[in-house]
């Protein structure tokens, strides 16, 4: 279930029916679509994304960027058992994933960077020139 960190405003109620329908649609259909877990923030210049991707290595996680989309997508494989153990609890999800988000402008891709740690990828989608806002002077007649 999402904690909500910020106040309700009135919206508590809602705000709990919609963790509940989201639960319980992960229990029905898998959390694939939620999956991996973002943070994304964005500046003038750049957006940053956080992925969390525990228990993956970098070579298991492709990384495309078309136009203003980012997508993360990979494979995360099972863990095996030994022999004469059975799972008491299987909670952690695995198999492929993709997850795309629509950025708030176009990126230069040659110079999208993107670094593992803790099992954290970190995604820094530098602006396109072109797309960067530009001064316009005015001159008098």
Known sequence: MITR????????????????????????????????AMNVWAGQDDVVVEAEVPGMEPKDVEITVTG???????????????????????????????????????????????VFRNGVLRVTLPRAEEDKPRKISVKAE
């Open 5 to 36: 960190w910020m106040p309700d405003y009135g919206f508590g109620n809602i705000w709990r029916l919609q963790d509940e329908m989201n639960r319980l649609f992960d229990e029905r259909f898998g959390s694939s679509s939620r999956f991996p």
């Open 68 to 114: 203003s989309t980012l997508t993360i997508s990979g494979q995360r494989q099972p863990e095996t058992v030994k022999e004469n153990e059975v799972y008491h609890r299987r909670e952690r999800r695995y198999g492929a994933f993709s997850r795309s988000l629509e950025l708030p402008y176009s990126v230069d891709a040659d110079k999208v960077k993107a």
